[in-house]
Structures are given as structure tokens and as C-alpha cells.
């Protein structure tokens, strides 16, 4: 989350003008390491939060950063470097100047874990991001007071809630923006409106002042929330009638079935809407598990060809890269390792994967127990350790560290698909392969003791006595 409360400055960078691109975004890390790369990113679609990258820069040696985009739209964005992202908005036509504090230099969770708060510098009133930021912090207080008024006076509760309204219509009533009226609009949906008190709107009046006449939002992050949270599980608030005819066209792997029993609810008529929730209902069926994945996989298939919205074909699409992730019992690709080895030449001997960053105090302190293991038990188990290849060059002490795993080892870029395939977002991370390259264990136990006083080391050595017996 961006950060709630933000610092109006007078001096930070030069401005910079006269550039083809018509939004550009200037900053500063903490992390004054140079030639790191900055990635920013646009989300795909805002049920799978699938992200596309749309541009790259990099951090001097004093950790600034300055990058210009082609932005038609207001879009919410993605900022990743090293290990860390942040969220913000642009608007086109604008300059932004950002700070990007870091609050734990020892953190090396990968890519998405290590989220961090934004400050912003010399923000226009009129932008974006100003007036999320004081509507969110005005919404946080007032839900914070109503709330407590709630049960103790609920009088003042259903008056507050009211008078909050009547409020927000006045202050944003010449808002010409149409994006912040609805980000204003569903957050109140998410927050206000989803308290339950005498007099406040049945389902019915909610459903029709969100979604009965109002376009479907697909491309706005806060429509798309509020969409999620209103219709969650709603393959269970449907009829029993409904929901038997759903199975069965599940059983059937008939998509255009599913759709023809949904469209039997009354407040699923609108065709743009029953298939948004006939795509979270298959998203949702990915955790529950109750309608059968290979069904649904080639549901998504055919709903991918059949929709004529190419958002709906790439949610469809995503959902589909989803529901293909590796699990246990999966065959691990044969990835490129480096050039001329690939990935399937470990065949017929288990696999220890070690994900390793060579900055990482925790990974750095496992190394003892790494070298004790290879030794005892490297002919019966392949370690192969992996790290992100270097952007800038490893000093003296990473470089000795490194040369102190005796194991396979090999870098590998940050867009390399072993890092999603595998989900790999934090260090050290294990993982377990059998003698097939099928996953057994992810994550697997690490070589030193968890809370339990568990290691890795007797399942080599059961390996290693499986092996011995034949």
C-alpha cells in the first residue's frame, strides 16, 4: 500500500522537460548500489494481478533513478528493484518525484514479498495519487470513529454514515476526474456500505447501485476489488438448481453449459458480468478444490476462443498459467541452466534444489551445513544450488562464499522461468526432487534445524539407504 500520509518538499531532483514519452517518474532508493535494475509495471487484469513490464532503468550510484513512459490512462503501477516493489498511480502528462525509503537492509525476500511504502515530493493537487491519498486517509478515520460507534451508539453510527455521504457528494461534486469518482464510489462499497445495520442497503439495492446499470470497470483496480469481495463464493450462493447444473456442466467440461446455468440467476442476465463471475468462480475453485481442475482447465480453454472481449480472453488466458503452476508430484521442466546444460541431467538421482542470494545472512549461514551434506551424502543426492545472476559485481566476501558451496551452482536471470514456476521469493528456499525430477517436497526442509529441531539429513539418509539396499 502507498504510503497514507505524504511529504509536499520544495527541492529534490531537477525537473526534466522536453522528452518524447509524456510521463516520467524520478527517484531515489536507499540502496546506493549501481547499475540495479528498476522494472516498472502495468497489471494485465485485475483478477489474476498478472503484471507486463513497461519500462527499465537503473540505479546510479547514489540510488536514483529516472524513467519516462507512454501513458494514454490513468494506471496504477508497479516500481520493483532488487528485491522490493511499490505501488503507485500516473495520469498522463505528469512528473513524478518519489522517495523509496528502505526500512530492513537484511530482507532478501524475492520479487513480491518485500513490499515498501512510497513518499512522494512536489505532488500536484490535482494528480491521482494526491487525492487517493487524502480520500483514503479521510475514509480510514472516518470508518476508524464510525466503527466504534457501531454497537455502544448506533444512532450516531447510521447518522455518521449518512452525514459521511452527504459529505464526499459536496467535496467531489465539480471532480472532473472519472477514474477518482469511481475509485471514491467502490471504496465506499468495500468499507460503508459493507457494514450490516437496521436501515442499511439490502442486497438487492447494492447490487443494482454497483452493478445494475454501471459499466464493468475491468480495467480499474478498486471496481475490481469490490467486485471480488460483493460476488466471493458465489458459486455457493446460488441456488442448489443452479449449482447442480454448474457440476454437471463442469463434469461435462462444457463451458458454454456453465454460462447457460448461470445466466438462469436473476442477477446474472447481463452477459459481461456472468462471465467476469464465471471466471471468479473458477479462480476461487483453484484454493477450494470442490469442481475438478482438469474439467475447469479445459473450460478455460474454450472460454479463452469463445469470448470476443480480449480483456476476458486474457484473464481467461492468466487463469489458465495459473491453474498450470508446478505443485507436488510435478515434473520440473527442462530448464536451460547455462549453456549446453540443461536441466534433465540430473535424471536418476534425487535433487536438492538450493535457491541461494550471496548477500543473504541467512543464506550465508547454512553454508556449514550445505558442505556437510554434499559431502556425506553427494552420491546419492544432486544439491544444485541456484542464485539470481549478479546485476552488479559480487565484492571479495560474496565471492568467497560462493566459492565455499561445493555444490553444482549456477546464476540465472531474474526473468527466467524457474523463479515463477517454482515461486521462488525468499532465501534460502529448498526444494526436494526425485530420481523422475517430480517434486516431492516444496518447500523442503533446510539442512539446519527448524523449530521442530527438523533438517533435510534424515530424508538423505533414507535416500541414501534405498539407494545402498538395491
Known amino acids: 500500500m502507498m504510503k497514507k500520509t505524504f511529504l509536499i518538499a520544495f527541492l529534490f531532483f531537477c525537473i526534466v522537460s522536453g522528452f518524447a514519452q509524456n510521463v516520467s ?16 509495471f502495468a497489471i494485465e487484469d485485475y483478477l489474476t494481478n498478472t503484471e507486463t513490464e513497461i519500462g527499465r532503468t537503473q540505479l546510479d550510484s547514489t540510488g536514483k533513478f529516472f524513467v519516462k513512459l507512454n501513458i494514454d490512462e490513468i494506471k496504477k503501477i508497479v516500481i520493483r528493484f532488487d528485491n522490493k516493489y511499490s505501488y503507485m498511480y500516473v495520469q498522463p502528462n505528469n512528473q513524478y518525484f518519489i522517495d523509496l525509503p528502505e526500512t530492513d537492509l537484511n530482507r ?70 472519472t477514474y477518482f469518482m469511481h475509485y471514491v464510489k467502490y471504496s465506499i462499497g468495500q468499507t460503508i456500505d459493507n457494514f ?51 457440476y454437471n456442466a463442469v463434469i461435462r467440461s462444457d463451458s458454454k453449459k456453465v454460462l447457460e446455468a448461470l445466466s438462469k440467476d436473476v442477477y446474472l442476465q447481463d452477459l459481461e458480468l456472468r462471465d467476469l463471475i464465471t471466471l471468479l468462480i473458477i479462480k476461487e475453485e483453484i484454493v477450494s478444490k470442490e469442481l475438478p481442475k482438469s474439467n475447469l482447465v479445459l473450460i478455460l480453454n474454450q472460454l479463452e476462443e469463445q469470448f470476443t472481449n480480449p480483456d476476458l480472453k486474457k484473464m481467461a488466458h492468466n487463469l489458465y498459467k495459473q491453474f498450470n503452476e508446478l505443485t507436488i508430484g510435478a515434473r520440473v521442466p527442462n530448464y536451460t541452466l547455462e549453456t549446453g546444460i540443461e536441466f534433465n541431467k540430473f535424471l536418476g538421482k534425487a535433487v536438492y ?90 518447500p523442503a526442509l533446510a539442512p539446519s534445524p527448524n523449530g521442530l529441531y527438523e533438517t533435510i539429513e534424515k530424508t538423505f539418509y533414507d535416500i541414501k539407504r534405498k539407494k545402498e539396499n538395491h
Request: glycine share 4%.
Open 196 to 246: 450490516q445495520y437496521i436501515g442499511s442497503m439490502s442486497y438487492d439495492e447494492r447490487f443494482d447501485f454497483y452493478f445494475g446499470n454501471s459499466p464493468k470497470l475491468i480495467h480499474h483496480d478498486k471496481y475490481m476489488e469490490f467486485f471480488q469481495l460483493f460476488f466471493e463464493k458465489y458459486y455457493y450462493q446460488t441456488s442448489k438448481e443452479i449449482r447442480t447444473d454448474v
Open 108 to 177: 532478501s525476500d524475492f520479487k513480491k514479498d518485500n513490499e515498501i511504502e512510497m513518499v512522494f515530493y512536489l505532488l500536484d493537487t490535482t494528480d491521482i495519487n494526491y487525492k487517493i491519498l487524502g480520500f483514503e486517509a479521510w475514509l480510514d478515520q472516518t470508518v476508524s470513529d464510525l466503527y466504534m460507534d457501531k454497537t455502544l451508539k448506533p444512532e450516531n453510527f447510521i447518522k455518521g454514515i449518512s452525514d459521511f455521504k452527504k459529505e464526499v457528494a459536496t467535496v467531489y461534486a465539480n471532480d472532473t476526474s
Open 353 to 442: 534444489l538450493h535457491f541461494y542470494d550471496p548477500s543473504n545472512m541467512n543464506c550465508i549461514s547454512e553454508i556449514g551445513a550445505i558442505r556437510k551434506l554434499n559431502d556425506k551424502y553427494g552420491a546419492f543426492v544432486e544439491i544444485v544450488t541456484i542464485y539470481p545472476t549478479p546485476q552488479a559485481p559480487l565484492n571479495a566476501t560474496e565471492l568467497r562464499n560462493l566459492k565455499a558451496l561445493t555444490t553444482n551452482k549456477f546464476a540465472l536471470p531474474e526473468n527466467h522461468p524457474i523463479w515463477d514456476d517454482l515461486k521462488i521469493k525468499t532465501f534460502p528456499y529448498y526444494i526436494l526432487l526425485d530420481e523422475q525430477l517430480n517434486i516431492k517436497s516444496m
Open 25 to 40: 517518474i524520478q527517484g531515489i532508493s536507499y540502496i546506493p548500489k549501481k547499475n540495479r535494475d528498476v522494472r516498472i
